[in-house]
């Protein structure tokens, strides 16, 4: 329904891997909110836009020779987490720089929740992380990167030490009923 109205610029093939985890080998996802109360967090209210959702999409190449020299307690404490099962560091263990902290956006006290996937990617030699993040609204997505890179004051997200960003960008998704528009009689 839509080819005649968008074309297909890039294409990156990503894949599973070990039930959610990343190429780091933590696993990924598991503050996200479950499907039920997603809607609430991911699509626009009212207004213009209503029923969509903004998109963030990102592209990491890991630098796998530096994180695969850290031991499994360096990696937590870079992470946030512990690597096994995915247990969040107690707040007196939880360095201030760690992806958990760095990516954690609270608005007056109360934290401001995504819908997140990584979806690994690549060859043997040049590999990452594909980041898709869903939001309500951009500005929660954009604090989340501006506290990754230490651009709110704050120190620089520690996983950065270990991959690098390659793309990305921000896409509005339309409502479904937004792209009915686009159909023809044909696409019913």
């Not at 696993?27 to 997603?38: H, K, S």
């Not at 209503?50 to 360096?74: N, P």
């Not at 107690?90 to 819908?115: C, L, Q, W, Y």
């Not at 990617?121 to 990167?145: C, E, N, P």
Request: no cysteine; hydrophobic share 30%.
């Amino acid at each position: 329904a839509l080819g005649p109205h968008a074309t297909l610029v890039r294409e990156t093939t990503g894949w599973s891997y070990r039930h959610s985890r990343d190429l780091t080998g933590f696993e990924d996802g598991t503050e996200n909110p479950t499907l039920q109360d997603a809607p609430e967090i991911v699509l626009i209210p009212d207004g213009p836009g209503a029923g969509g959702s903004v998109l963030l999409f990102q592209q990491w190449r890991h630098d796998a020779r530096t994180w695969t020299a850290l031991d499994q307690t360096a990696q937590e404490k870079v992470i946030g987490r512990t690597k096994p099962d995915s247990v969040e560091l107690k707040d007196d263990a939880m360095p201030k720089d760690s992806h958990v902290t760095r990516t954690t956006v609270t608005e007056n006290g109360e934290e401001r929740k995504i819908f997140r996937r990584n979806v690994p990617y690549g060859t043997v030699a040049d590999h990452g992380t594909l980041f898709i993040g869903f939001s309500a609204d951009q500005a929660r997505l954009q604090k989340m990167l501006e506290q990754m890179a230490g651009a709110d004051g704050g120190p620089r997200d520690a996983l950065t030490r270990y991959t690098t960003p390659l793309t990305g960008a921000y896409y509005f998704i339309p409502s479904v009923q937004s792209l009915r528009r686009f159909a023809t009689p044909e696409d019913d």
